[in-house]
């Protein structure tokens, strides 16, 4: 089975504060992804990498950067939190090319900024 | 625009019936791939079905299968015979043509009622 593990089920930091969240898979999956949940909002997607060191902007990238120094590991991070970051954090991967396949994802991070 | 949209945010539904859940989104690509996943209340989010947008066949997983219209860009979820266990929330989501990137709608908030 593939498994997506993220560092942290429940994260509580300070404004201003910088914040890594680790991403790990273990399939030899090329893509990595990062969204974040709000409800009603569904699932934005915040930066993806096709491959190590590679990474592209998604759709809500403002505020957050990204780190992949190795093909199982994906790291967001939040260079200064604001308490508009509160919110679940997801990691995704999968295989192939271009969404022709599904996404596993990790577990979640809650991330509460106060 | 490219968008999901999940117009019931919730519904509910009596153990053992049956309950669709509608999915509609907006594209020009000829080919793409649709999906749908689980989310149960704290745990990972899984995928239920994946369809193939060149395919005329609705794709089947035991008790869940798919209405595909590809000229209306509808992709609705029939889950049969409905258990505790498929409570949950229910995202569509579909690939997009040329990136690595996936488009999920609001979800649905799906309640099966003993």
């Known amino acids: 089975d593939v498994k997506v593990t993220q560092s942290s089920r429940y994260l509580v930091k300070r404004t201003g504060e910088k914040v890594f969240l680790e991403c790990v898979q273990d399939?030899?999956?090329?893509?990595m992804f990062w969204y974040r949940q709000d409800p009603g909002l569904g699932l934005r997607l915040i930066y993806f990498?096709?491959?190590?060191?590679?990474?592209e902007k998604g759709d809500i990238p403002e505020g957050y950067s990204v780190s992949r120094e190795k093909k199982e590991r994906f790291s967001l991070i939040l260079e200064s939190a604001s308490t508009n970051q509160t919110s679940m954090y997801l990691c995704a991967s999968s295989w192939g090319v271009q969404g022709s396949y599904e996404q596993y994802f990790g577990p979640g991070t809650r991330l509460t900024v106060t | 625009a490219q968008t999901v949209t999940q117009s019931q945010p919730e519904m509910s539904v009596q153990e053992a019936e049956t309950v669709t859940l509608s999915c509609t989104y907006d594209t020009s690509e000829s080919n793409y791939y649709l999906f749908w996943y689980k989310q149960p209340p704290s745990r990972q989010m899984i995928l239920v079905i994946r369809?193939?947008?060149?395919?005329?066949q609705n794709a089947t997983e035991n008790r869940f299968s798919v209405n595909f219209q590809k000229a209306a860009k509808s992709f609705s979820l029939k889950i049969s015979d409905s258990q505790l266990g498929d409570t949950a929330m229910y995202f569509c989501a579909r690939s997009t043509s040329g990136t690595y990137k996936y488009i999920f709608g609001t979800g649905t908030r799906l309640k099966v009622l003993a």
């Open positions: 399939m030899d999956h090329e893509n």
């Open positions: 369809q193939e947008a060149y395919k005329q």
């Open positions: 990498s096709y491959d190590v060191k590679m990474k």
